[in-house]
Structure formats: structure tokens, C-alpha cells
């Protein structure tokens, strides 16, 4: 009882989003733990508990992000983002120009004395689609004031192409996402098409001035070409036709010790290979299916235009990202890059990722409440 009662009093907002969230983060620990073996005994001698606890530790304290930023009222992250979006356009720089190099992509600044990596596109999306929702909320008023809707435009331009600079996948989402959002805020037609245009001009530059281009090309014509299988693709299918319906048993993946970045960009696979499509592979899917669900109803049922936006806008980021990554393990999709939102093993994307649901469950407590007023 007592552990009831502090649920209800500490835990506010959405008790599906919250349900959702604790069973990602459970199958996390169970499938990054196995997915992370074959690496453990390459570099650590078999010391598995060490990515096991990294892991357990950074998602923990995404979930701390998540239970504070549900704290806090919605209404002061329309504040916040502004600051957020001019401090992410040196760090972006920063990353290009002197970050710290990944998998042949320079995406990660170094955060000096505690020497921990994080990349600044997961604070320019939190930024950007928070400051979008919010201008747009304001503003409802005079969407046909040209100078309102091409400072947005540029806005969107700007983050999206200093992005593209070292992470094409990234920039494609967020500008998918923002369309979307200025589409739900009521934004003319003609005003999308300027976006478009814009993105495709400053993102077109920055692809071609940045260090993914061969990359991005290359991974779309062997996409393309259904005489080719990609590497990582073809060890994905065998771990997904290994996994069927039923699995093959939590900790007995196969493809772990042939697939590249197992507990990251293809935790999918390792998911259906180790628990089936019935225990796994659909269950993910479908988890993802109703937070998507949850996140729109706000804009429903809230009073305030900015608040349906902003868990809208945060939703569709998540939700993008997840079948972004689920898509690439299943072969309808380029390989990308893109970690499993709460699922995947990695530091910056769990944290931001979990303010970013933090948000969206502030949004839906402070409804709530007005509700019972």
C-alpha cells in the first residue's frame, strides 16, 4: 500500500505513458545486457556487469530526468527553449569543427572533468520543437504575418542543415517532425511549401559541406538496388527469421556476435530474435503505437494551444525516431544510425529522451488537473 500511495502522490499525469516507460526500460536492461556480452568479452575479458551498469545508470537517471521535468509546468519550457536553440548552434559547431570523432562522424562534444560525450542534436530537437510549439501557440493569431511564419522557416532551416552537417537521419526527422507540427498549428499551405524549400536549399548545403554525404548516397543506392544486401541488413534478417514467433530465449542471441551495434542501432533484432515476435517484436511496436496515441490526445483535450503542440511535437520526435530504427532493422528503410528511443544503450539519447517524455507527461498532468478544478 504504501508504495501505491507514493505513485499516486509523486507519479502525476498520464499512468499509461508512465506504464509504457516502465516496460521499455525494463526490456532495456534485459535485452542491452545480453546484446552487450559478445562486446564484453572482446574488450573487458567477459566483465559484462560493467556495460550493465553504464547502461542501468544512464537510463536511471533518464527516468530522474523524466520524473522532474513532469514536475515542472509546461509553460516554463516555452522560456527555456529559445535559450536552448542559440545555445545548441555553437555546440553543433563545436561538433563539426572539433568534437570527438564516432564511427567516422564528428557528432559528440566532450564535457570536460567528468570526460563524458553528448551529442548537441538531441538538445537542438528538445529546443527547437519546443520553441516551434510555442511560437506557434502564441501566435495563432497572426499566422498570416509573413515575418512571424519565415522566422520560424529559418529557424527550422538553420538547426535542421547545421545538423545535417554530421547526422543526415537526425535532420530528416526533425524536419519531418516540424512539418508536421506547423501543419497541426494551422500554418498556410504556401508556408510549408517555403519550408520545404528551405530545408532542401540550407540542408542540401549542408550535406554537401558536411562529413555524411558519400555516406548518405551510398546507404540510399544500396537501398535501391535490390541486388544488394547491406551487411548489417543481412545479419538483422537472420537474427529476425532466428527470433520467429516465439525466440529463442532471453540471453541466447546468436547474431550479437555478428551483428554491428547489437545493443544499439539494431536492438530490434536482438529483441525478436531473443523473445519472437509474439513476446517482442509486436509488443515494442505496439508500446510505441499507443505512446504516439497518449502523446496526441493532448491536444484534445488541453486548454492551451501550446501545450497540445508541445506533446505533439515531442510525441511524433519520439515516435519518428523509433520506427526510423525499427524500419532500418527490417529492411524498409536505409541503414540510418538511429537508436531505439528507451530501448537502445547510449547516454544522450536516454536523458534527453527522457525529459523529452518528462515534458509530454507535465503537459497531460497539468490538464488533468485543470480538469478537476
Not at 563539426?96 to 551529442?119: C, E, H, M, Y
Not at 509573413?146 to 535532420?171: D, H, M, Q, R, Y
Request: charged share 15%; net charge positive.
Amino acid at each position: 500500500m504504501a508504495l501505491r500511495d507514493w505513485i499516486r502522490t509523486h507519479l502525476k499525469g498520464d499512468r499509461q505513458i508512465w506504464m509504457i516507460v516502465l516496460y521499455l526500460s525494463i526490456m532495456s536492461v534485459l535485452v542491452v545486457y545480453s546484446a552487450t556480452r559478445t562486446k564484453a568479452f572482446r574488450e573487458l575479458d567477459g566483465n559484462t556487469e560493467v556495460f550493465l551498469l553504464k547502461h542501468g545508470s544512464l537510463l536511471l537517471f533518464g527516468l530522474v530526468c523524466t520524473y522532474f521535468a513532469h514536475k515542472i509546468n509546461y509553460i516554463y519550457y516555452a522560456r527555456l527553449s529559445k535559450f536552448g536553440l542559440w545555445l545548441s548552434i555553437p555546440l553543433l559547431l563545436w561538433a563539426f569543427f572539433k568534437g570527438t570523432n564516432l564511427n567516422d562522424a564528428s557528432r559528440w562534444v566532450t564535457i570536460p572533468i567528468i570526460n563524458q560525450t553528448f551529442q548537441p542534436s538531441d538538445l537542438a530537437k528538445l529546443a527547437l520543437i519546443s520553441n516551434l510549439a510555442a511560437m506557434l501557440a502564441k501566435r495563432q493569431r497572426f499566422m498570416n504575418d509573413p515575418s512571424v511564419l519565415f522566422n520560424l522557416i529559418l529557424w527550422i532551416g538553420v538547426i535542421c542543415s547545421l545538423i545535417i552537417l554530421s547526422n543526415t537521419s537526425t535532420a530528416l526527422l526533425l524536419a519531418a517532425t516540424c512539418f508536421l507540427l506547423m501543419y497541426i498549428g494551422r500554418v498556410p499551405v504556401r508556408y510549408l511549401a517555403y519550408m520545404v524549400g528551405v530545408c532542401v536549399v540550407l540542408g542540401g548545403a549542408g550535406l554537401m559541406l558536411g562529413q555524411r554525404f558519400g555516406t548518405a548516397t551510398n546507404r540510399v543506392k544500396s537501398f535501391m538496388d535490390s541486388d544488394t544486401i547491406v551487411y548489417q541488413v543481412e545479419q538483422s534478417y537472420i537474427a529476425l527469421a532466428n527470433g520467429g514467433l516465439t525466440g529463442q530465449g532471453p540471453g541466447n542471441s546468436h547474431q550479437r556476435n555478428t551483428l554491428p551495434n547489437p545493443f544499439s542501432d539494431f536492438i530490434y533484432a536482438i529483441i525478436v530474435e531473443e523473445y519472437g515476435l509474439l513476446l517482442g517484436g509486436i509488443p515494442v511496436v505496439l508500446a510505441y503505437i499507443w505512446f504516439l496515441w497518449r502523446g496526441i490526445k493532448a491536444i484534445h483535450k488541453t486548454t492551451r494551444p501550446f501545450g497540445g503542440l508541445l506533446s505533439a511535437g515531442l510525441t511524433f520526435s519520439i515516435v519518428f525516431q523509433a520506427f526510423a530504427s525499427i524500419c532500418v532493422a527490417i529492411g524498409l528503410a536505409p541503414v540510418t544510425g538511429q537508436p531505439l528511443p528507451l530501448l537502445s544503450m547510449g547516454g544522450t539519447s536516454l536523458i534527453f529522451t527522457g525529459l523529452a517524455i518528462g515534458i509530454v507527461l507535465s503537459v497531460s498532468r497539468d490538464e488533468a488537473d485543470e480538469s478537476k478544478m
